[in-house]
């Protein structure tokens, strides 16, 4: 159960669709954005609040039978304080999936032994040529409040007189005012460019090709363009909030200050002055990214349905 389906093409919908993916080896999985009835086993539901209407059908119509829920970033780190229904989710599922591994610490204490961490994951690549003459860092988030956009555009205009860095910002404007400011720092030719959404394939080249990828979210259940990154051997410099400690490790060397622009900078200074700085980092990144194979990720799905589900091929429900 997805929020969303491929004409979102958001980050619900390529994790419903890596899923049913990987668990399609093992079970016969239905992809639907609104569950109303069915002879199923069980129900992984994705998002507490949107998938609200569903969870309830589902308690009512299948009594008895295991709803997880997968909870995503604004469930953990907002929804969950401020939104009764999304709350009493938590409370109501068998299991529950966060996804990276600090997501479980912003549940209810009663309800941490229900959780699983399931890292998501993607295939593995090589760095693609980078010039020498000059960094190339590269932020991938839409323009919008919970990704913090403002903050890369301040680091920006405080890296100006540097030649040597630039950056780039792959996203689309949904919000239009974000949007306007990255147009116009754009337009002022200072070592900014705001490339616009782009293709899946496209972003994830870039992202092999950038000596640094630059996260700077608020609000994160666990970037699946932090995992990219990763399995792409590039460097990443975050924001200190769980959503990418719990991908990167709380001793990461690159971290800054949500929404501290100055220290942002001034780690892509250091990632262009230092260059044993950086191959450490890319090091580092290369060591992360077995955690992030789609054989892991596969390993703790299987794992999460052992014992609540029949044994693959043992029923013809599903």
């Not at 992984?44 to 997968?70: C, D, E």
């Not at 999304?86 to 941490?112: E, I, Q, T, Y």
């Not at 000596?211 to 990443?236: C, K, Y």
Request: charged share 25%; aromatic share 4%.
């Amino acid at each position: 159960m997805t929020p969303a389906l491929a004409a979102a093409n958001n980050g619900n919908w390529q994790t419903a669709r890596r899923w049913a993916r990987l668990l399609g080896r093992a079970y016969r999985i239905t992809l639907t954005d609104r569950w109303e009835d069915g002879a199923h086993d069980g129900m992984i539901a994705l998002h507490a609040r949107r998938s609200a209407a569903s969870m309830r059908a589902w308690r009512q119509r299948a009594p008895g039978r295991p709803l997880v829920l997968a909870l995503t970033g604004t469930d953990l780190y907002r929804d969950i304080d401020t939104h009764p229904e999304a709350r009493a989710w938590v409370d109501d599922a068998d299991r529950l999936v966060v996804l990276n591994a600090l997501g479980a610490r912003r549940l209810p204490p009663a309800a941490r032994a229900r959780a699983i961490t399931v890292l998501q994951s993607c295939g593995e690549r090589q760095p693609l040529p980078r010039s020498a003459r000059r960094l190339r860092a590269l932020m991938v988030g839409h323009l919008r409040d919970e990704k913090d956009p403002l903050t890369y555009l301040r680091a920006a205009r405080r890296l100006a007189g540097r030649a040597d860095i630039r950056l780039d910002h792959v996203g689309a404007p949904l919000d239009a005012d974000l949007g306007a400011q990255a147009a116009a720092l754009d337009a002022a030719g200072i070592g900014y460019r705001w490339l616009g959404e782009l293709p899946h394939e496209a972003a994830r080249r870039r992202i092999q090709a950038a000596h640094v990828l630059v996260h700077a979210s608020r609000m994160e259940g666990g970037a699946h363009v932090v995992i990219e990154a990763i399995r792409s051997g590039t460097p990443v410099i975050a924001s200190r909030i769980d959503g990418n400690l719990g991908l990167l490790g709380e001793d990461h060397p690159a971290l800054f200050e949500p929404g501290d622009d100055a220290a942002l900078a001034a780690l892509l200074e250091r990632a262009r002055d230092e260059p044993g700085w950086l191959r450490a980092l890319a090091q580092r990144s290369v060591a992360l990214s077995p955690r992030f194979s789609p054989e892991a990720e596969a390993g703790s799905l299987l794992g999460l349905l052992a014992g609540l589900l029949p044994a693959p091929g043992a029923t013809s429900r599903r």
